[in-house]
């Protein structure tokens, strides 16, 4: 089982639209995730951090399953501006040094 | 603050050929890491740095490759001789706490071995 899973999409999306998408990972020792955003030929930057209690920043929900080993995004009333590749990251947990990255979901919100 | 920053951002050169890349992480913080990105393996943390001082270099694919950071604003990654396999694009990140916390990246230096 790889790390870090995510479905590579793409997305297709209708604009107003609500999305919604997963990422699993393998390592039950991890501690810390994050959603990480990357645009085109651009490098990634944080989009939000994922809490146990989850955690909404406008239009983004971000939720946390341990027990299923997976977290998630979801993004209301999507915007033509929120097409990008979407990287769900989390750390290596049990005292190894490291974040591992998932290879992203690519979003396309069509007009 | 200009954020993190990477040159060239893009790189040609020929197999068998050295290449330098550099980056100036964000002034004040202590964690500087170099990530390769590609569409086969996605992105790939080869090594970083706590206050100038290697950490983990476990991801350097192999000795060709080479990190050194001298001062607190400056690292370079060294590929020595390139090979095409090694293109890809290459990120720098840096970091003001813990590791796990924000890593704020560069623009990248996008490069591609004949």
């Known amino acids: 089982r790889k790390e870090v899973e995510q479905d590579p999409g793409p997305f297709n999306v209708p604009e107003g639209a609500t999305v919604a998408f997963n990422c699993t990972y393998s390592n039950s020792a991890s501690q810390s995730f994050f959603w990480y955003r990357q645009d085109c030929r651009k490098e990634p930057k944080l989009l939000m951090s994922v809490y146990s209690s989850g955690n909404e920043d406008g239009r983004f929900t971000a939720q946390l399953n341990r027990a299923s080993q997976y977290i998630s995004l979801l993004i209301r009333d999507s915007k033509l501006s929120d097409s990008a590749t979407y990287l769900c990251v989390v750390n290596k947990g049990g005292g190894a040094d490291g974040l591992t990255f998932g290879k992203g979901t690519h979003l396309i919100i069509q007009p | ?114």
Not at chain 2, 25 to 30: L, V
Not at chain 2, 49 to 75: C, H, L, Q, T
Not at chain 2, 83 to 112: H, I, K, M, N
Request: aromatic fraction near 12%.
């Open chain 2, 1 to 114: 603050d200009a954020g993190v920053i990477q040159s060239p951002r893009h790189e040609v050169t020929e197999m068998g050929q050295e290449v330098t890349l550099r980056c100036k992480p964000i002034s004040g913080h202590d964690y500087l890491f170099w990530y390769r990105q590609t569409m086969m393996r996605g992105l790939e943390l080869l090594i970083y740095f706590n206050n100038n001082v290697p950490i983990d270099d476990s991801g350097m694919p192999e000795d060709r490759f080479s990190a050194k950071m001298p001062n607190a604003s400056f690292s370079t990654l060294k590929i020595q001789p390139s090979e095409p396999r090694d293109s890809a694009v290459y990120f720098c990140a840096s970091s003001d706490r813990e590791w796990t916390e924000t890593q704020y990246f560069g623009p990248g230096t996008r490069l591609l071995v004949l």
